[in-house]
């Protein structure tokens, strides 16, 4: 009877232990996961459930959590696999439905907000075109600002490799760009 008492209540700490651990994780790294989700899809609300996908996650292997040596890497991996996934589920959809294009009144006229969506709208097809192995490099690491470390650790790669393929692409999109838009004046 004692024995039971005894693992009862160390399963108590345990659980107790596990829930600090995860509170801990999704206070200290929720945005940065949200960060990784939003560069990868692009939408507030589907960063937003990538976000929580990623903790639910997290939640369902709870117990790993205490073992992990870096738990800001491991979740940036768990976030960017659970946003690509996403993106695909997103994009599929979307091919079968119509969408509308909302325009913005803001301080500045019809034709400069249109050309600055114009340009965006450049700038993100010229992105989504790069290799894989080049963009997902430059859009952490350039766009949402994670140390070169952070990103190699996530995509399985070396740091040289991420800064080399993020140099590479954005070589690339330079001359790209130069095509599309000529040279400044």
Do not use: C
């Not at 949200?34 to 369902?60: G, K, M, N, P, W």
Request: without cysteine.
């Amino acid at each position: 009877m004692i024995a039971n008492a005894v693992m009862a209540s160390e399963a108590i700490a345990l659980a107790q232990n596990e829930e600090d651990l995860l509170e801990a994780a999704v206070r200290d790294h929720s945005r940065l996961v949200y960060r990784i989700a939003y560069s990868v899809l692009r939408e507030h609300t589907d960063a937003e459930d990538a976000t929580q996908e990623t903790f639910l996650r997290v939640l369902r292997y709870g117990k790993k959590l205490a073992r992990i040596d870096d738990p800001k890497a491991w979740l940036a991996r768990i976030a960017w696999r659970v946003a690509v996934r996403r993106r695909q589920i997103v994009r599929a959809s979307a091919s079968t439905e119509q969408t509308g294009v909302e325009l913005r009144s803001g301080g500045t006229g019809a034709d400069q907000v249109l050309l600055e969506q114009e340009r965006g709208a450049l700038l993100d097809r010229l992105i989504a075109a790069l290799p894989e192995q080049l963009r997902d490099p430059l859009v952490l690491s350039t766009l949402e600002e994670i140390s070169p470390r952070e990103v190699a650790v996530m995509l399985g790669i070396s740091e040289a490799a991420v800064r080399s393929r993020a140099f590479r692409a954005r070589q690339i999109l330079k001359d790209k760009l130069m095509e599309k838009i000529g040279p400044r004046k």
